[in-house]
Structure formats: structure tokens, C-alpha cells
């Protein structure tokens, strides 16, 4: 499986900063995703990073909010803009290549980012 | 539409088995199973197709019912070591042959103690 790393680890914020977070890969790959969970909640998705193009966002997230970018094959990078207390959550990156039959995903280590 | 999961919480003895649910309203590709250890990532234990192909943890059995879009993990024997929050993912059905999208269960809470 790929190694994934993620910058920063976690972080606290003030209440109307923005906070980019990184996702590196050590291989290339088809798919890069980004989750977001709630404390002692499930993941979420907000949106599929699509390399060369606009990021696919989810129901309720929007790319004002959320813009993502996808240079290459290999790293992907999420903002969290305008923060509010409500964003206080963790981040997680999610690769997977495109190997038929099996799609197999693999989460990085999470951002735990805290808005005050 | 977010797969249901059942039991919630399991509290298991070292040794003992169980057995974790997960049932959509949607057709489904594929389910996958993951393990999350308190602060750390979800780990990947198995993905199942339709079809019944499967692939994943050597020491973990999965089964997928695809007419009834239900898929159940096996815990056999367990040790400590599994202790954590058991999430589905689910990948619905797509004609071209699946999306990698996945959407996630509420997860089960597994405690296994000695």
C-alpha cells in the first residue's frame, strides 16, 4: 500500500484564518480524496481531488469554503477557509488507483485542526 | 444514502467471536471494511465486490450478500489487538463498473478485553 503523509498534524486556529493542509503520496495514484470527521463520528467525504482539474465536491461542501488543488499524481493540497469553531474536526486524505476489479482506499494519518 | 451498521458497541473477552452488520437501501459494487484505533487512521481490512471477489486481512472474513445489499465482517478468536471502531463503505452500484466513492457507516465500537 502507498505511504501517505500529511502536513500538518494538527493545528489550532483562530475564528476567520484559513488553514491549507497537504497530502504527499509516495506513489503515483489514480484517485485523491478528502474526509472530514467529527469527533466520535464517521467519515465524511467532501470532495474528490481530480488531477489537471476542478476538484468534485459533495452535497454541502462548496469550493469557496473548501478550494482544493491536485498538481500531479502524487499531492494534493485542502484549505479551510474562513474558519469558524465549527470546523474543528480532522482531515484526512484518501488515495486509491484505478486497479480493476479492486479499488482498495488508504487513508493518511489525519490533520486535527481546532478553531477557537 | 449512509449504510446502517449494527450492533453500535460490542464488548467481546479475549477469544471470543463477533460478528459486525452492515446493510444498504442502495445496489451496491463493493463494500470495504476498516478498522480506526482511537486517534489514529482507519486502517483497510477487506474489500468485497459484486460478484464475490474479495481481497483483504488474512486473519478476517467478510461475507457480501449482494441481492439483499448486506455485508458482514467475522471476528474470530479476538484478541486485543482488535479492539476499535469498525466503519463500511459502501460504493454503489454503477453500470460502468463502480465509483470509488465511498460512503461510510457510523461505525460499530469493538472492545475486546483480557
Same mark, same amino acid.
Given at each position: %500500500?502507498?505511504?501517505?503523509?500529511?502536513?500538518? %498534524? +494538527?493545528?489550532?486556529?483562530? +475564528?476567520?484564518? %484559513?488553514?491549507t493542509i497537504q497530502c504527499q503520496v509516495d506513489s503515483q495514484v489514480t484517485m485523491m480524496f478528502w474526509y472530514r470527521q467529527q469527533p466520535g463520528q464517521s467519515l465524511t467525504l467532501i470532495a474528490t481531488a481530480n488531477q489537471g482539474s476542478e476538484a468534485t465536491y459533495e452535497s454541502g461542501f462548496v469550493i469557496d469554503k473548501f478550494p482544493i488543488s491536485r498538481p500531479n499524481l502524487t499531492f494534493s493540497t485542502l484549505t479551510v477557509s474562513n474558519m469558524s469553531p465549527e470546523d474543528s474536526s480532522i482531515y484526512l486524505c484518501s488515495v486509491a488507483s484505478r486497479g480493476a476489479p479492486y479499488n482498495e482506499q488508504f487513508f493518511g494519518p489525519g490533520t486535527r485542526l481546532t478553531v477557537l | 444514502?449512509?449504510?446502517?451498521?449494527?450492533?453500535?458497541?460490542?464488548?467481546?473477552?479475549?477469544? =471470543?467471536?463477533?460478528?459486525?452488520?452492515?446493510?444498504?437501501?442502495?445496489?451496491?459494487?463493493?463494500?470495504?471494511?476498516?478498522?480506526?484505533?482511537?486517534? =489514529?487512521?482507519?486502517?483497510?481490512?477487506?474489500?468485497?465486490?459484486?460478484?464475490? =471477489?474479495?481481497?483483504?486481512?488474512?486473519?478476517?472474513s467478510a461475507s457480501f450478500n449482494e441481492k439483499k445489499q448486506q455485508s458482514s465482517l467475522y471476528l474470530t478468536a479476538s484478541q486485543l489487538?482488535?479492539?476499535?471502531?469498525?466503519?463500511?463503505?459502501?460504493?454503489?452500484?454503477?453500470?460502468?463498473?463502480?465509483?470509488?466513492?465511498?460512503?461510510?457507516?457510523?461505525?460499530?465500537?469493538?472492545?475486546?478485553?483480557?
Open positions: %500500500s502507498a505511504v501517505i503523509s500529511q502536513k500538518p %498534524s +494538527r493545528d489550532i486556529c483562530q +475564528r476567520g484564518t %484559513s488553514l | 444514502q449512509q449504510p446502517v451498521q449494527s450492533p453500535q458497541a460490542v464488548i467481546l473477552r479475549e477469544g =471470543e467471536d463477533a460478528v459486525i452488520n452492515c446493510s444498504s437501501s442502495k445496489a451496491l459494487y463493493s463494500v470495504h471494511w476498516y478498522r480506526q484505533k482511537h486517534g =489514529e487512521a482507519p486502517v483497510f481490512l477487506m474489500i468485497l465486490l459484486k460478484g464475490g =471477489e474479495q481481497k483483504g486481512h488474512e486473519k478476517i489487538s482488535y479492539s476499535g471502531t469498525y466503519f463500511c463503505g459502501t460504493v454503489p452500484y454503477i453500470t460502468q463498473g463502480g465509483s470509488e466513492k465511498l460512503v461510510f457507516g457510523k461505525g460499530t465500537k469493538l472492545t475486546v478485553n483480557p
